[in-house]
T-cell receptor, first 112, second 114 residues
Framework: NAGVTQTPKFQVLKTGQSMTLQCAQD?????MSWYRQDPGMGLRLIHY???????DQGEVPNGYNVSRSTTEDFPLRLLSAAPSQTSVYFC???????????FGEGSRLTVL | GQQLNQSPQSMFIQEGEDVSMNCTSS?????WLWYKQDPGEGPVLLIA?????ELTSNGRLTAQFGITRKDSFLNISASIPSDVGIYFC??????????????FGQGTILTVHP
Protein backbone atom coordinates (compact mmCIF):
# COMPACT_ATOMS: atom_id res chain seq x y z
CA ASN A 1 0.00 0.00 0.00
CA ALA A 2 2.77 2.44 -1.02
CA GLY A 3 0.64 5.28 -2.49
CA VAL A 4 2.82 8.16 -3.71
CA THR A 5 6.56 7.61 -3.19
CA GLN A 6 9.12 10.39 -3.50
CA THR A 7 12.90 10.07 -3.54
CA PRO A 8 15.18 11.38 -2.25
CA LYS A 9 13.73 12.73 1.00
CA PHE A 10 16.65 15.10 1.48
CA GLN A 11 19.16 16.59 -0.96
CA VAL A 12 21.79 19.32 -0.84
CA LEU A 13 23.00 20.82 -4.11
CA LYS A 14 25.43 23.49 -5.13
CA THR A 15 24.27 26.32 -7.38
CA GLY A 16 24.36 25.21 -11.00
CA GLN A 17 24.09 21.48 -10.33
CA SER A 18 21.32 19.44 -11.84
CA MET A 19 19.22 16.72 -10.28
CA THR A 20 15.97 14.80 -10.62
CA LEU A 21 13.34 14.31 -7.94
CA GLN A 22 11.58 11.01 -8.47
CA CYS A 23 7.88 10.40 -7.96
CA ALA A 24 6.05 7.11 -8.39
CA GLN A 25 2.48 6.11 -7.63
CA ASP A 26 1.01 2.61 -7.60
CA UNK A 27 -2.67 3.59 -7.63
CA UNK A 28 -3.04 3.79 -11.44
CA UNK A 29 -3.84 7.50 -11.18
CA UNK A 30 -3.97 9.42 -14.43
CA UNK A 31 -3.25 12.82 -12.91
CA MET A 32 0.06 13.69 -11.26
CA SER A 33 1.49 17.01 -10.14
CA TRP A 34 4.42 18.68 -8.41
CA TYR A 35 4.10 21.41 -5.77
CA ARG A 36 6.68 23.37 -3.84
CA GLN A 37 6.08 24.50 -0.27
CA ASP A 38 7.72 27.61 1.10
CA PRO A 39 7.08 29.23 4.51
CA GLY A 40 4.10 31.57 4.45
CA MET A 41 3.25 30.76 0.83
CA GLY A 42 1.32 27.52 1.01
CA LEU A 43 1.79 25.05 -1.83
CA ARG A 44 2.35 26.29 -5.36
CA LEU A 45 1.83 24.16 -8.44
CA ILE A 46 4.96 23.69 -10.59
CA HIS A 47 3.92 21.25 -13.32
CA TYR A 48 1.17 18.70 -13.79
CA UNK A 49 0.22 15.84 -16.07
CA UNK A 50 -3.23 14.51 -16.96
CA UNK A 51 -1.87 11.27 -18.39
CA UNK A 52 1.14 9.57 -19.92
CA UNK A 53 2.74 11.74 -22.58
CA UNK A 54 0.90 14.92 -21.49
CA UNK A 55 2.37 17.63 -19.28
CA ASP A 56 1.56 21.28 -18.64
CA GLN A 57 2.84 24.19 -16.61
CA GLY A 58 1.48 25.28 -13.29
CA GLU A 59 1.93 28.50 -11.39
CA VAL A 60 5.73 28.44 -10.95
CA PRO A 61 7.27 26.32 -13.73
CA ASN A 62 10.48 28.27 -14.44
CA GLY A 63 13.66 26.30 -13.75
CA TYR A 64 11.90 22.93 -13.76
CA ASN A 65 11.23 20.28 -16.39
CA VAL A 66 8.96 17.25 -16.25
CA SER A 67 8.12 14.26 -18.41
CA ARG A 68 5.52 11.50 -18.14
CA SER A 69 6.57 8.44 -20.07
CA THR A 70 4.54 6.05 -17.92
CA THR A 71 1.37 6.33 -15.82
CA GLU A 72 3.33 5.49 -12.68
CA ASP A 73 6.25 7.92 -12.83
CA PHE A 74 6.49 11.72 -12.94
CA PRO A 75 10.07 12.95 -12.36
CA LEU A 76 10.88 16.62 -11.73
CA ARG A 77 14.17 17.89 -13.14
CA LEU A 78 16.17 20.88 -12.01
CA LEU A 79 18.55 21.68 -14.86
CA SER A 80 20.68 24.31 -13.09
CA ALA A 81 19.81 24.64 -9.42
CA ALA A 82 19.51 28.09 -7.85
CA PRO A 83 19.23 29.06 -4.16
CA SER A 84 15.66 30.25 -4.87
CA GLN A 85 14.78 26.60 -5.49
CA THR A 86 15.49 25.70 -1.89
CA SER A 87 12.15 24.32 -0.80
CA VAL A 88 10.14 21.25 0.11
CA TYR A 89 8.73 19.54 -2.97
CA PHE A 90 5.58 17.44 -2.97
CA CYS A 91 4.34 15.10 -5.63
CA UNK A 92 0.61 14.38 -5.72
CA UNK A 93 -1.73 12.22 -7.76
CA UNK A 94 -5.43 11.64 -8.21
CA UNK A 95 -7.56 9.14 -10.04
CA UNK A 96 -9.92 11.48 -11.83
CA UNK A 97 -10.82 15.10 -12.41
CA UNK A 98 -12.76 15.35 -9.17
CA UNK A 99 -10.91 12.79 -7.13
CA UNK A 100 -9.02 13.39 -3.92
CA UNK A 101 -5.42 14.51 -4.32
CA UNK A 102 -2.95 12.19 -2.57
CA PHE A 103 0.43 13.62 -1.58
CA GLY A 104 3.82 12.01 -1.12
CA GLU A 105 5.89 12.65 2.00
CA GLY A 106 7.94 15.39 0.40
CA SER A 107 11.54 15.99 -0.69
CA ARG A 108 13.52 18.68 1.10
CA LEU A 109 15.99 20.38 -1.25
CA THR A 110 18.67 22.85 -0.20
CA VAL A 111 20.65 24.74 -2.84
CA LEU A 112 23.81 26.40 -1.57
CA GLY B 1 -4.12 34.25 -10.39
CA GLN B 2 -6.51 33.39 -7.63
CA GLN B 3 -5.37 33.82 -4.06
CA LEU B 4 -6.61 32.33 -0.85
CA ASN B 5 -5.96 34.19 2.37
CA GLN B 6 -5.96 32.16 5.57
CA SER B 7 -6.14 33.49 9.07
CA PRO B 8 -4.76 33.33 11.57
CA GLN B 9 -1.25 32.47 10.35
CA SER B 10 -0.53 30.64 13.60
CA MET B 11 -2.31 29.64 16.78
CA PHE B 12 -1.02 28.55 20.18
CA ILE B 13 -3.73 26.93 22.27
CA GLN B 14 -4.20 24.75 25.33
CA GLU B 15 -5.40 21.19 25.00
CA GLY B 16 -9.17 21.07 25.21
CA GLU B 17 -9.76 24.47 23.65
CA ASP B 18 -11.77 24.96 20.48
CA VAL B 19 -10.10 26.30 17.33
CA SER B 20 -11.46 28.41 14.50
CA MET B 21 -9.73 29.37 11.31
CA ASN B 22 -10.94 30.79 8.03
CA CYS B 23 -10.07 31.23 4.41
CA THR B 24 -11.16 34.03 2.11
CA SER B 25 -10.84 34.79 -1.57
CA SER B 26 -11.65 37.63 -3.90
CA UNK B 27 -12.92 35.02 -6.40
CA UNK B 28 -15.82 32.61 -6.21
CA UNK B 29 -14.99 28.96 -5.55
CA UNK B 30 -17.26 26.03 -6.38
CA UNK B 31 -15.39 23.64 -4.10
CA TRP B 32 -13.56 24.21 -0.84
CA LEU B 33 -11.10 21.71 0.55
CA TRP B 34 -9.38 21.58 3.93
CA TYR B 35 -6.08 19.71 4.30
CA LYS B 36 -3.89 18.96 7.31
CA GLN B 37 -0.14 18.52 7.14
CA ASP B 38 1.54 16.69 9.99
CA PRO B 39 5.20 17.55 10.64
CA GLY B 40 7.40 15.84 8.05
CA GLU B 41 4.46 14.53 6.03
CA GLY B 42 2.46 15.51 2.99
CA PRO B 43 -0.98 17.14 3.29
CA VAL B 44 -3.99 14.89 3.83
CA LEU B 45 -7.56 15.80 2.91
CA LEU B 46 -9.80 16.41 5.94
CA ILE B 47 -13.04 17.77 4.53
CA ALA B 48 -14.43 18.64 1.09
CA UNK B 49 -17.29 21.12 0.59
CA UNK B 50 -19.30 21.35 -2.62
CA UNK B 51 -22.27 23.69 -2.05
CA UNK B 52 -22.65 27.21 -0.72
CA UNK B 53 -23.88 27.08 2.87
CA GLU B 54 -22.86 23.44 3.28
CA LEU B 55 -21.77 22.42 6.78
CA THR B 56 -19.80 19.17 7.02
CA SER B 57 -18.28 17.39 10.00
CA ASN B 58 -15.51 14.85 10.33
CA GLY B 59 -15.22 13.81 13.96
CA ARG B 60 -14.22 16.89 15.96
CA LEU B 61 -13.76 18.91 12.78
CA THR B 62 -16.51 21.00 11.21
CA ALA B 63 -16.15 23.03 8.03
CA GLN B 64 -18.53 25.40 6.30
CA PHE B 65 -18.77 26.62 2.73
CA GLY B 66 -19.55 30.35 2.96
CA ILE B 67 -22.81 31.54 1.47
CA THR B 68 -20.99 34.08 -0.73
CA ARG B 69 -18.78 31.23 -2.07
CA LYS B 70 -15.77 33.42 -1.30
CA ASP B 71 -14.95 32.02 2.10
CA SER B 72 -14.81 28.89 4.21
CA PHE B 73 -14.33 28.12 7.88
CA LEU B 74 -12.82 25.22 9.80
CA ASN B 75 -13.50 24.57 13.46
CA ILE B 76 -11.83 22.00 15.70
CA SER B 77 -13.53 21.22 18.98
CA ALA B 78 -11.80 20.02 22.15
CA SER B 79 -8.30 20.10 20.68
CA ILE B 80 -5.79 17.36 21.47
CA PRO B 81 -1.99 17.26 21.01
CA SER B 82 -2.22 15.29 17.75
CA ASP B 83 -4.11 18.21 16.17
CA VAL B 84 -0.73 19.92 15.84
CA GLY B 85 0.18 20.68 12.25
CA ILE B 86 -0.46 23.03 9.39
CA TYR B 87 -4.00 23.41 8.09
CA PHE B 88 -4.52 24.49 4.50
CA CYS B 89 -7.59 25.55 2.64
CA UNK B 90 -7.62 24.89 -1.09
CA UNK B 91 -9.84 25.20 -4.09
CA UNK B 92 -9.76 24.46 -7.80
CA UNK B 93 -8.27 27.24 -9.90
CA UNK B 94 -10.50 29.41 -12.03
CA UNK B 95 -13.56 28.38 -10.06
CA UNK B 96 -13.70 24.95 -11.63
CA UNK B 97 -14.35 21.62 -10.01
CA UNK B 98 -11.07 19.87 -10.78
CA UNK B 99 -9.06 18.93 -7.74
CA UNK B 100 -5.97 18.85 -9.85
CA UNK B 101 -4.99 22.50 -10.28
CA UNK B 102 -5.57 23.52 -6.72
CA UNK B 103 -4.83 26.91 -5.24
CA PHE B 104 -3.70 26.64 -1.62
CA GLY B 105 -3.87 29.15 1.17
CA GLN B 106 -0.75 30.07 3.12
CA GLY B 107 -1.65 27.71 5.92
CA THR B 108 -2.48 28.06 9.63
CA ILE B 109 0.13 26.60 11.97
CA LEU B 110 -1.53 25.06 15.02
CA THR B 111 0.34 24.34 18.22
CA VAL B 112 -1.44 22.59 21.08
CA HIS B 113 0.05 22.73 24.56
CA PRO B 114 -0.78 19.74 26.79
Amino acid sequence: NAGVTQTPKFQVLKTGQSMTLQCAQDMNHEYMSWYRQDPGMGLRLIHYSVGAGITDQGEVPNGYNVSRSTTEDFPLRLLSAAPSQTSVYFCASRVSDAGELFFGEGSRLTVL
Amino acid sequence: GQQLNQSPQSMFIQEGEDVSMNCTSSSIFNTWLWYKQDPGEGPVLLIALYKAGELTSNGRLTAQFGITRKDSFLNISASIPSDVGIYFCAGPQAGGTSYGKLTFGQGTILTVHP
